[in-house]
């Protein structure tokens, strides 16, 4: 009982008394199929499962690989040559791709930004759920950034690498290789 803003016990000739209980409910688990050898195919892949599988495992496994349905080596990685403010965040930067860079920010690309100090990048990309967002700072070194103008330059996936663990990424060639017709 509350009385003037203080809260008053009630007097122990007032008081009820509790008898301790314990309630158990059944409850039951939900159905559970179970599919013979089944299948999940993914492009040219296709992943076959244990016999019995339940469904929870498959829907597992095929949430894994909804994840990572497109291979970052196949991912477009364009970098902003101009430096830009870092004060900006997901929507800033998406904000900055759509309008000044005049690209859809929400296409999968990876779109890297170089800060005014060259030891600072940020990347953001859209990958089908949500705009990520990364921001990396070298402790003692600067990264190897292109010649600042307005615009856009498109980097191979090793030269990325080499730039993201502040390599010289302009020294980097990525083998190029043609997809066998055939395999044996």
Not at 3 to 22: H, N, S
Not at 69 to 94: E, N, S
Request: hydrophobic residues 50%; proline residues 6%; charged residues 25%.
């Amino acid at each position: 009982m509350a009385r003037q803003g203080k809260l008053v016990l009630p007097a122990p000739e007032d008081a009820v008394e509790f008898a301790a209980m314990i309630v158990e409910t059944t409850v039951a688990a939900p159905a559970v199929k179970e599919v013979p050898c089944p299948e999940i195919i993914v492009g040219p892949v296709t992943i076959r499962l244990e016999e019995g599988a339940s469904v929870a495992r498959i829907v597992a496994i095929a949430r894994a690989l909804a994840a990572s349905a497109r291979p970052f080596r196949q991912t477009r990685i364009m970098v902003a040559t101009k430096p830009v403010d870092f004060r900006k965040g997901h929507d800033g930067l998406a904000a900055l791709v759509k309008n000044e860079l005049r690209k859809d920010p929400f296409t999968g690309t990876v779109f890297v930004f170089r800060s005014r100090k060259a030891d600072r990048l940020k990347l953001i990309y859209w990958d089908g759920s949500g705009v990520v967002m990364a921001y990396k700072r070298l402790e003692e070194h600067t990264f190897t950034w292109p010649g600042i103008k307005d615009g856009l330059m498109t980097l191979s996936h090793a030269q990325f690498e080499a730039l993201f663990a502040g390599l010289d990424w302009r020294r980097v060639r990525a083998v190029e290789a043609r997809a066998p017709e055939a395999i044996e």
